[in-house]
């Protein structure tokens, strides 16, 4: 691995993990430093970081991670909506797989972290539940887009908004997802998963209209006060 590929996945880890927060600084020399690297790598990873839309760059103030606007959440909730029903459609097609096993041991790990009253396991637990289903789906443009695009940010959304939700409640709403995947027939998954995470951005964000429609007027406006999830 390059240094520059070294320093990517290392704030990308850091961001996952909630160590590096929205609106928190990156100083270049204090990284490099840390990584014992030049900082020529630290900017190349940074550049790449910007360019996935994760850090923002300013002349004067220097580098940050970016926040999240709320409408960009609303987008973000749609995309995965649609792009995880099309993975639940793909597992259920695909003969290899025992959905009910799989998703099975992944859903006996959020129940242990849940009885432990564990946030952090549990938090783990759960993307690993979801990636599972994106993996069985053996379909590589699906997973690589969830995995590697939007998973950045289904991290940072999670980790700031899923507290929201007693642990327990949490718990509960995953088994009863593992349940309508196993059995919804096929022709009409896709919409029961969309409808699932509809229902889970009201839930979060306790909005009158689940997937409400942009205004463009105020789309502008709203990307230049994005919310502060720390």
């Known amino acids: ?15 996952h993990a909630g160590k590096l927060r929205p609106r928190q600084r990156i100083i270049e020399e204090d990284l490099a430093r840390e990584l014992e690297v030049s900082r020529g790598p630290v900017r190349e990873a940074l550049l790449r970081l910007e360019r996935d839309g994760l850090v923002v760059t300013t002349s004067r103030r220097g580098t940050f991670i970016r926040d999240i606007s709320l409408a960009e959440i609303g987008v973000i909730f749609r995309m995965r909506a649609k792009l995880e029903g099309l993975c639940v459609r793909y597992m259920k097609e695909n003969p290899s797989v025992d959905c009910a096993e799989l998703l099975g041991r992944a859903l006996k790990k959020m129940k242990g972290a849940a009885a ?20 069985a789906s053996n379909q590589p443009l699906l997973y690589r887009t969830l995995n590697l695009l939007m998973n950045p940010y289904i991290y940072i959304i999670a980790r700031a908004y899923s507290s929201r939700i007693p642990l327990v409640n949490r718990r509960e709403n995953h088994e009863q997802y593992v349940r309508m995947v196993l059995k919804t027939p096929l022709d009409k998954i896709e919409d ?39």
């Open 1 to 15: 691995m390059s240094a520059s590929k070294r320093v990517e996945a290392h704030l990308r880890k850091a961001i």
């Open 116 to 135: 432990k009253n564990n946030e952090e396991q549990f938090f783990h637990a759960d993307m690993e539940l979801h990636r599972t289903i994106w993996k």
């Open 192 to 230: 029961e998963v969309e409808e699932y995470f509809a229902g889970l951005y009201s839930r979060l964000f306790d909005q009158s209209s689940i997937f409400p429609a942009f205004d463009s007027g105020n789309w502008a406006d709203e990307l230049e006060s994005p919310l502060t999830l720390s």
